[in-house]
């Protein structure tokens, strides 16, 4: 898997196992502005933790690896990418992020997840891609929105954050022919 330059100023490389140091750096320093909506951060206590989950990407097999990346601004860590639970027999993804406070209103998510749109819907030519952000949380929940996506509903309860309460998560989603009608240079 190779590095996206998605310009001179941002950059994502495939997650690497030296990477683990930064990230872990990034969360247990931003505790209070990641914990509310990313449960893991509660969990990630030690660099420990982001080594098993860094090693959990790298090392697994070929064919069930999920590509995540490392979003680079400037030659800085600014965040994650990525895909999860990709369903290959019925072609279809989820994007997960987020990313660094001070790397925030710079458009560097959104040009992240267009970048990973591309990648989903030509290079591994699948058909639906899906985003799920808890109610609430305005900054994730504008990315599929600035991109649009379609909002399909809300799943109800459907992540446990770190506070013991369950969130509604907003569900959007874009299928391949809708992207490819939206942006020219996809043109197959």
Known sequence: MNSIKIDEHILLDP??????????HTINTQRSYLG???????????????????ASV??????????I????????????????????????????YWLSEPFQRKGLMSRSVKALLQWAFVTMELNRVQIRCATGNTPSLNV????????EGIERAGELLS????????????????????DPSTDQ
């Open 58 to 67: 790298v090392d697994a097999p070929e064919e069930s690896r999920e590509p």
């Open 144 to 151: 599929p929105r600035r991109l649009g996506f379609h909002f």
């Open 15 to 24: 997650l690497r196992t030296e990477d683990a140091a930064e990230i872990f």
């Open 163 to 182: 506070s013991g309460k369950y969130a509604d998560l907003e569900v959007y989603s874009m299928l391949r022919d809708e992207f490819m009608a939206k």
């Open 69 to 96: 990346f490392v979003i680079r601004y400037q030659g800085q860590f600014a965040g994650i990418v990525g895909f999860l639970n990709t369903d290959r027999q019925n072609r279809k993804t989820e994007i997960g």
């Open 36 to 54: 509310p909506w990313l449960p893991f951060v509660a969990l990630t206590q030690e660099l420990s933790d982001t080594q098993a989950f860094v």
